[in-house]
């Protein structure tokens, strides 16, 4: 019999105390369930006296933003805890360090990062993150070329897939992102005022198809380590320091996808910007700060690829000339493919994101919501034609204008 089941407070103290130099000896240990996403349980452990303190994560059998009712396997928590080391081996400064875990309870003991803020509640707030765009294209350029076939051996690649077989989590993106909100579909979630959007959506059969694409990428392209679910609700920042959390969803596959998920998110904090600033010119300064941003973002991951290439390939093929412009090329189309996907998902899916959801005017909400929309359908739809950066800013424009 499995001795999983989830963890009391009491429990989650004493596995603190057992995790060796964490705390004091006879340090007086106070223990807080803080979890607030869509899949788990925190513990947060702290020390009554110091400031020492540390984080136990752990997976329930179900997706707890909807219940019992949608099982999903415990084996999520060890794809997250290796995917953290493998994380953290190629970029200790932006992965929080994994100080134990149990497979059979489903739980990883971290790094606490409280004096951290989640990066998606910064950006509500309008916080300026300066370091971000440096310290995520590196993450990106790093895990994803470390774990692909340019950057490591073919055959243990293939073995390392092997520990990241991860069908039910990569079941929630298949579906939530790449079909439900093209379908009528009970997991969608949309308010009445955008009914209209959504039809639209599910009979705009161009558009299918290039979801279609997007989505066979995503099934079939084992391209490298994903963290699978890089929005910015998985990034804890200061203006300082990056650290990268949560990658349960962590899999073989596209590149793009990772880091459509981070673009995509910017422009979702883009869109609700006129629903957050207090005045033309703040929101203005926001506006160019957040486009700015995703671009440094590509333009950081793509400098970081390109030196770890020429530094690091371990492909002999892969020397050919042009073919390192051709693969470069190709991941930003899917990027920006990805990253339309991603800003659909959240305005007609299941699960929502605070930057639009929580603007408080009610015609502010809906500009935002159409805003973002119009945006990830144009990126969706002309994604293979794109050959540059500036594409993409200029496909944002045309979908905001009028
Ligand atoms: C049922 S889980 C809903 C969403 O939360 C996660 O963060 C993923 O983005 C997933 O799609
Ligand atoms: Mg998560």
Not at 165 to 186: A, G, H, W
Not at 221 to 236: E, K, V, Y
Not at 291 to 307: G, K, P
Request: proline share 4%.
């Amino acid at each position: 019999m499995s001795a999983y089941h989830p963890l009391n407070a009491e429990e989650a103290i004493q596995l603190a105390k057992s995790i060796p130099g964490r705390f004091p000896d006879h340090a007086e240990l106070e223990c807080r369930e803080i979890g607030d996403g869509n899949l788990n349980l925190v513990f947060h452990v702290t020390a009554k006296n110091t400031a020492d303190s540390i984080i136990i994560k752990q997976a329930v059998p179900y997706a707890k933003v909807v219940g019992e009712s949608w099982p999903l396997s415990l084996d999520r928590a060890r794809i997250e805890r290796v995917a953290l080391e493998t994380q953290y081996s190629l970029c200790p400064n932006l992965v929080p360090k994994v100080y134990g875990y149990s497979d059979e309870l489903a739980y990883t003991v971290m790094e606490d990062l409280s004096e951290y803020t989640i990066m998606r509640k910064g950006l509500i707030e309008g916080i300026a993150y300066p370091k971000f765009a440096e310290h995520i294209g590196e993450f990106m350029a790093r895990t994803l070329f470390y774990t692909s076939d340019l950057g490591m051996n073919q055959q243990e690649k293939k073995v390392l897939a092997g520990r990241f077989v991860n069908p039910d989590l990569c079941k929630i993106t298949e579906d939530l992102i790449f079909e439900d909100p093209y379908r009528e579909s009970s997991n969608n979630n949309y308010p009445d005022h955008i009914a209209d959007e959504a039809e639209a959506l599910r009979t705009d059969l161009p558009l299918h198809f290039e979801v279609a694409l997007l989505r066979e990428k995503f099934l079939t392209h084992a391209q490298a380590l994903l963290h699978g679910d890089l929005h910015t609700g998985s990034i804890f920042v200061t203006p300082e320091s990056t650290k990268v959390i949560d990658p349960e969803f962590a899999y073989f596959g596209p590149m793009g996808f990772d880091i459509g998920a981070v673009i995509g998110n910017l422009l979702l904090n883009y869109a609700a910007q006129p629903g957050w600033s207090q005045d033309e010119y703040t929101q203005a300064t926001r506006e160019a700060r957040l486009l700015e941003m995703a671009s440094d973002v590509w333009n950081h991951f793509e400098s970081n690829f390109r030196m770890l290439w020429n530094d690091d390939l371990l492909d002999e093929m892969s020397r050919t000339p042009g073919y390192q412009d051709y693969y470069v090329s190709q991941i930003l189309k899917d990027t920006a493919g990805f990253a339309g996907c991603k800003m659909i998902r959240r305005i007609v899916g299941l699960s929502h994101v605070a930057d639009i959801d929580t603007i408080a005017d009610d015609t502010a909400r809906e500009a935002a919501q159409r805003k973002a929309l119009a945006i990830g359908k144009n990126l969706v739809r002309h994604h293979r034609s794109i050959k540059s950066f500036e594409d993409i800013l200029t496909l944002i424009q045309q979908a905001t204008k009028g």
